[in-house]
């Protein structure tokens, strides 16, 4: 699976061409001009759909897997359900539709796992994954259309899906940049690694980005779209910029960090033995993960200020660094490619937050103490378990349910007595 979508994943991403990040930062947007990004957005989603198939064959050249083929082929399909909800789905978002979306990735989500299981039990393999991604955007569109109720007209105007593309253009080159930079550990894992290794290293990755693909990705989509509407108001939007960030930090850190501290017994619980190899992998990226998920917000926020460039220009330091860094690492096998991920990749992003709050006039000592209350909790919870997981337990399951619930005590305790009223703030925003 990770062989066969290594480059049209790189297409999924740029697929889009950042359309949909155009329409949410304009402001008023005609009808014609809707239709006209939409008929774009389908005829690039064509051309990329039809490139599968040269694509499927220089993949199996490429790592030498001919089983590749087919797969690759069949991934065509989830380029045109993209194309299709590019116009309806960013509108939901624009318009802060976002407990739709939730409901919609929900359900879908829910219907693709239930396909993938009876897939699996019915010996598909590798086959699961690929049907059951097609299946999921699938859902996902049938979804989006049915709550939204604009349609497209047969109106076409090139020099209207030009003007957004010209923004666009920038928000697709700075993801593809990170589609490259993120997979290219696993482009020369693949071409130094066999395909057992590789998949345990992709097993570890999937695993340490679930918080990060599934709760930070909707955060910052929530928030590109207040960004924009912000965007002239300077105090607003510094407040609502640290108020997320701190939102993030108070999500990620305990999940990332207990994940790191307890990693070996959720894998040795969770999975069979052959796949512990994963153990040590897994609880250093989730480290790394703690940077990615509170630095992601960064590109949105210049983004919404008109500044897409400069996420591009982010992007490609990291797809000059982080693609030889681990080229050199994949060498000295599985364990060596988390150094990357915990020292280089690191400090890049402590460096791109710096000039970001720079550049939009907040004190550096103003954001260091917006994060000290959630840092300070994540440490009394590492502490109470670190100390738990020290005393004499009876079995795996009983040291690993302990040390949850212990660590969550400790974390939500400490926020609870510090910064009750930064919570409520917290819980209003999600109810609202």
Not at 148 to 175: D, K, Q
Not at 254 to 265: E, H, K, R, S, V
Not at 400 to 425: E, H, M, P
Request: with cysteine; charged share 10%; aromatic share 14%.
């Amino acid at each position: 699976m990770s062989m066969a979508t290594i480059i049209t994943g790189y297409a999924l991403i740029f697929s889009e061409l950042g359309l949909g990040a155009a329409l949410i930062q304009k402001k008023g947007i005609s009808e014609n001009e809707l239709s006209s990004i939409f008929w774009f957005g389908m005829m690039v989603s064509l051309v990329l759909a039809a490139s599968c198939y040269p694509i499927a064959y220089l993949t199996s050249r490429i790592f030498s897997e001919p089983r590749i083929i087919p797969l690759t082929k069949t991934v065509s399909f989830v380029f045109i359900l993209g194309g299709l909800k590019i116009v309806p789905g960013n509108l939901l978002r624009r318009d802060f539709r976002f407990r739709e979306l939730g409901f919609i990735e929900m359900t879908s989500t829910l219907i693709s796992c239930l396909g993938m299981l009876s897939l699996a039990l019915l010996g598909a393999g590798v086959w699961t994954l690929i049907l059951g991604s097609i299946l999921l955007g699938f859902v996902r569109m049938v979804s989006i259309y049915h709550r939204v109720r604009w349609r497209p007209t047969w109106h076409f105007n090139w020099s209207e899906a030009i003007s957004f593309l010209r923004f666009g253009v920038y928000m697709a080159t700075a993801g593809s940049l990170f589609y490259v930079w993120t997979k290219s550990d696993s482009f020369f894992a693949g071409r130094a690694w066999t395909a057992r290794v590789l998949g345990y290293y992709a097993l570890a990755n999937q695993l340490a980005q679930i918080p990060t693909d599934k709760i930070v990705t909707l955060i910052n989509q929530v928030s590109f779209s207040a960004f924009s509407r912000l965007q002239g108001d300077a105090k607003a939007f510094n407040r609502l910029y640290l108020d997320i960030t701190k939102i993030i930090a108070m999500i990620v850190l305990p999940l990332f960090l207990g994940a790191y501290l307890i990693g070996d017994n959720l894998i040795k619980i969770v999975f069979n033995e052959k796949w512990f190899p994963i153990i040590f992998v897994f609880r250093y990226l989730c480290i790394a993960q703690i940077f990615m998920a509170v630095n992601s917000i960064n590109n949105f926020v210049h983004a919404s200020q008109g500044r897409p460039h400069w996420g591009v220009l982010f992007h490609l330091m990291c797809s000059m660094v982080m693609p030889a860094s681990f080229f050199f690492a994949v060498q000295y096998g599985l364990g060596a490619i988390v150094v990357p991920w915990v020292t280089i990749f690191i400090v890049i992003c402590l460096l791109w937050t710096l000039i970001t709050v720079r550049k939009i006039g907040i004190p550096l000592r103003d954001y260091a103490k917006n994060l000290v209350n959630p840092l300070l909790a994540a440490g009394l919870m590492s502490l109470t378990v670190t100390a738990l997981r020290a005393s004499p337990l009876q079995n795996i399951y009983g040291s690993t349910i302990g040390c949850v619930l212990v660590g969550a005590s400790a974390y939500a305790g400490y926020l609870w007595v510090f910064d009750r009223k930064f919570l409520k703030t917290m819980a209003s925003m999600f109810y609202n």
